[in-house]
């Protein structure tokens, strides 16, 4: 029996189909305890990471490994002063000590703030003075340290500094200290209600949202790994995603550790389809969940046979029906989609014991009660779109969405306003029940399975002298889903070139984080407005 029986009750039908899940857990729940350490007592050979890289390193970490070296860490972590509700930000990459500090976190009670390594300084201000971090643990890799160090200097905040592997300059050598550390760590008591994480995630009018799950959030991915990632108890689940990424949570740790399943870790800075297929048949991965993106790429360069490989998934962007049949057909594999957000766990998903549609978003997961509402908050009809809103139980308490947005209560109400949480996403269901992406009421940009608010490129945009008035908008690209497109009103003295559209472009894109950089350029003498004085995107997005 795997762990995750044991924090739920399941009905299923005779095709295998989740019907009903219910939660159960104790108010002290912690992953890092319950789950963890639980798995390293009872089965502590039991494989939970198998980690390799470009250079040909490889470890393969059993849960007695991840319990042992994460007690290490969180009695560095607390020798330091860091305690609960401390706020913590991870830097790591694909760095195989993110598991040990993310578990070491839950167990000491302490807030994880997972962030990408590609964060520019102004990136880590912002997240540096809105979550008041206390300390950082970082990747020594790709100048990231000195930006840290910059970032801190420019808000005068103090934080204890971390790298792992190899000393920093000022940063202390975490995997040093954890050397010299006691592998036992009594348990400190936490609430299943305390915030356990803190994603930054794009919004669309200012700088990204801090958003905060409790320590229940594990217990919720149970229904991602199990039902829709197919992740089986001895076999071995690949999630392409960087740990700064809800992505990593998804798919890359809580529900398959809870279903019994270790997780491939591929460290890798530039994407190569060729790599990627040779880890996967190098260690016989068993299920495999990547971006859109990845797919594309794959079908353009062809796909070897992967013998070992029984279920794929994907999220994060429409997918060309021609890449599904594609995929199949040198496969077997058909590719399922599922849909959700960084506020939520899996919402929606070609799930097991239904056969996956292209382009469907599928069904809806029974851990959550989905509607489809109109703008008055009235259910839409069949066929009709709607927003895709979550209505709570009786209880009040949703497993799996957010607890608070950080230092944001007003955004947090109106969200949850009506009684109901908006997603903030269109969609339509047909007559067999499935859900069709139809866009976002909003003006989140998708490209290359990240998530970009317009605002932070546009903030950019209007430092360059030559800009009077921008828009940033996602327009259609065959290989990211979308680019991201820069529309300008050029100020006075300037006149439409190429030579300042690529100068516009070079002065935000050595400003912003590579997942930021924009695209496309193009030169506009006024912008569509309303009668308020709002820029109306779905204008410009229109004109392509």
């Known amino acids: 029996m795997s762990i995750y029986q044991r924090f739920c ?13 219910t939660l159960h857990y104790p108010d002290n729940f912690n992953f890092g305890y319950d789950v963890v ?28 490994d991840v319990r042992a070296n994460s007690n290490k860490m969180a009695n560095v972590f607390k020798n330091a002063g860091i305690g609960r509700g401390d706020r913590v930000m ?19 009670g302490a807030v994880m703030i ?42 005068g905040a103090k934080a204890k500094l971390w790298s792992v592997r190899t000393a920093a300059e000022g940063f202390e050598n975490l995997s040093e200290a954890m050397e010299s550390a006691s592998d036992s760590f009594e348990r400190v008591e936490t609430g299943v209600n305390d915030p356990m994480m803190l994603y930054f995630t794009s919004g669309t009018t200012g700088y990204p949202k801090g958003v905060i799950h409790d320590h229940s959030y594990p217990l919720a991915h149970i229904v991602t790994a199990k039902y829709w ?42 994407f190569d ?68 957000q960084t506020e939520t766990t899996l919402l929606m998903a070609n799930f097991a014991g239904f056969n996956p549609v292209e382009g469907s978003m599928g069904v809806s997961s029974p851990l959550y009660n989905i509607e489809l509402r109109g703008k008055h908050g009235e259910p839409v009809p069949q066929g009709a779109v709607g927003e895709v809103v979550i209505v709570p139980p009786e209880n009040g308490k949703q497993p799996g969405v957010f607890c608070a947005y950080l230092d944001n209560e007003e955004q947090y109400n109106y969200v949850w306003r009506g009684g109901v949480y908006h997603t903030g996403d269109a969609a339509y269901m047909d007559e067999n029940g499935l859900y069709w992406f139809h866009g976002r009421f909003d003006d989140i940009i998708k490209t290359g399975g990240f998530r970009v608010g317009p605002y932070e490129v546009e903030n950019v945009l209007t430092e360059h002298p030559a800009v009077a008035e921008c828009s940033v908008i996602g327009v259609p690209d065959a290989l990211r889903g979308q680019a991201i497109k820069a529309v300008i009103v050029l100020g006075s003295g300037y006149e439409p070139s190429r030579e300042l559209e690529l100068e516009i472009k070079e002065f935000c894109n050595s400003r912003l984080a590579e997942y930021k950089w924009i695209r496309l350029v193009e030169f506009v003498d006024e912008m569509p407005k309303t009668i308020s004085g709002k820029i109306r995107k779905s204008v410009l997005r229109s004109r392509g």
């Open 37 to 64: 350490d639980v798995i390293a007592k009872e089965t502590p050979d039991k494989r939970a990471i198998v980690w390799c890289n470009t250079e040909n390193e490889e470890h393969i970490f059993s849960f007695e």
């Open 114 to 155: 997972p962030a990408t390594h590609m964060l520019t300084v102004s990136d880590f201000v912002y997240r540096i003075k809105a979550a008041g971090i206390r300390a950082v643990v970082s990747t020594p890799q790709d100048g990231v340290p000195e930006r840290i160090k910059k970032a801190l200097e420019q808000t």
């Open 90 to 108: 991870l830097v790591l990459k694909k760095h195989y000590e993110y598991w040990f500090a993310a578990i070491a976190l839950h167990k000491l």
């Open 9 to 21: 009750t399941e009905v299923t039908d005779e095709n295998g189909a989740l019907k009903k899940i």
């Open 273 to 340: 389809p060729k790599q990627l297929i040779s880890v996967i048949n190098r260690y016989s991965v068993t299920s495999f969940c990547a971006p859109p993106t990845v797919y594309r790429y794959l079908v353009r360069k062809g796909i070897p046979e992967m013998p070992s490989l029984r279920h794929a998934t994907t999220a994060g962007e429409m997918l060309a029906p021609e890449v599904f049949r594609k995929f199949k057909e040198r496969t077997g594999i058909e590719l399922c989609e599922g849909y959700g």
């Open 229 to 270: 990632h197919r992740a089986e108890d001895g076999g071995l689940h690949f999630t392409v995603a960087e740990t700064g990424w809800a992505k990593a949570s998804w798919g890359k740790l809580y529900g398959q550790w809870l279903v019994g399943s270790a997780v491939m870790v591929y460290d890798f800075d530039n």
